[in-house]
């Protein structure tokens, strides 16, 4: 389905401006989807493609590595000229074919001040790759940066606009800080207040799309409910439309070796329950038969002080997990070590 949001026909691309939204579950492989996806993208002629990876130094560099050996197919460093073929790289090498990065690995990998002045764009070039935090300075930077130095024409408010080169721009868990949570005033036709102001991520994620005249949005998540609540005509005319994902809606299958919630606790049914994964173990040392009493009771008040037996002391079951976790501990860790040697 999402095929069609990336295709080029007769030279101009179908899907401009469209936003949509995928949603998988926790930990199920969105990532590697959308690596995929910005493959397609490349391929069908997007040159700008955006990642908007966390709101921290850590996440958006975990995003920027898989992004290295899904995508570029190179270890991205400080240093340009220092590549390491890695991932698909290794399938092939040939620099012809190769992305260009704008940020890199590293902990302060992110577009800063001293990249965009170095930084040049032609159409001639191939995709450009941008990882990159939803913090307000980086956005703003990201989106001063495009308008100077990127943009080739103007639109009919004067606002620079770039013509010739397609943007992507990908939403990690777009339920997080991309969402205006602002309140905006429509009137009985539902037209919206047009001087509302977004809060600033969603702001400078509507302002990068407006800046182009070709563009897509697409927002992953496991958590979508933020996001199919965003008024439909949401719109401001220095903003542009807002993120509602009016294009598609795509629900993203688990995989079938994929552990969650269902596997761990199972499902309940009338007649058919399937039983969950046997890691679950109830306790009953915590209190009595009706939660009131005991070292832990169901309800308790503020200020509470756990004591068991009369003693100031744990109950075997809480002794247990607390041996089981370090031991579990221990083993992880020197499976860890055993690797390195």
Avoid at 175 to 204: C, K, L, Y
Avoid at 205 to 213: G, H, T, V, W
């Amino acid at each position: 389905m999402l095929d069609r949001y990336f295709a080029i026909h007769n030279g101009n691309f179908i899907g401009g401006g469209s936003r949509g939204l995928v949603v998988g579950h926790v930990q199920s492989g969105k990532t590697g989807h959308y690596t995929g996806l910005i493959c397609k993208a490349a391929d069908a002629g997007y040159k700008i493609i955006i990642v908007l990876a966390g709101m921290h130094n850590n996440l958006r560099s975990q995003t920027q590595m898989r992004l290295d050996e899904g995508f570029l197919g190179y270890a991205t460093n400080p240093v340009a000229e220092d590549i390491r073929i890695i991932g698909v790289g290794e399938i092939d090498n040939d620099p012809a074919i190769r992305p260009n990065f704008a940020t890199n690995r590293s902990d302060k990998g992110d577009f800063s001040t001293a990249i965009a002045k170095n930084l040049g764009i032609t159409p001639e070039q191939r995709p450009w790759l941008f990882v990159v935090k939803k913090n307000k300075t980086v956005l703003e930077r990201l989106l001063r940066w495009i308008r100077d130095h990127v943009a080739n024409a103007h639109d009919e408010n004067g606002k620079p606009i770039v013509t010739n080169l397609p943007l992507l721009i990908i939403d990690d868990e777009a339920d997080h800080a991309s969402v205006d949570t602002g309140e905006q005033i429509f009137d009985s036709e539902g037209n919206p207040d047009e001087e509302h102001q977004p809060t600033a991520i969603n702001r400078s994620i509507r302002r990068l799309l407006n800046s182009f005249s070709r563009c897509a949005y697409v927002g992953y998540t496991a958590t979508p409910f933020a996001n199919i609540f965003i008024h439909e005509r949401g719109e401001t005319v220095e903003d542009g439309p807002d993120l509602f994902p009016s294009s598609f809606i795509i629900n993203l299958a688990a995989p079938s070796n994929y552990v969650g919630p269902a596997r761990v606790f199972g499902l309940g049914a009338d007649e058919d329950r399937s039983e969950g994964l046997p890691l679950i173990r109830t306790i009953k040392d915590h209190s009595d038969d009706d939660g009131r009493q005991g070292w832990m009771p169901h309800k308790h008040k503020n200020g509470h002080v756990p004591v068991y037996g009369g003693l100031d002391a744990m109950p075997p079951s809480l002794q247990e997990a607390i041996q089981a976790f370090i031991l579990s501990c221990s083993i992880r860790y020197g499976a860890e070590v055993a690797k390195t040697r």
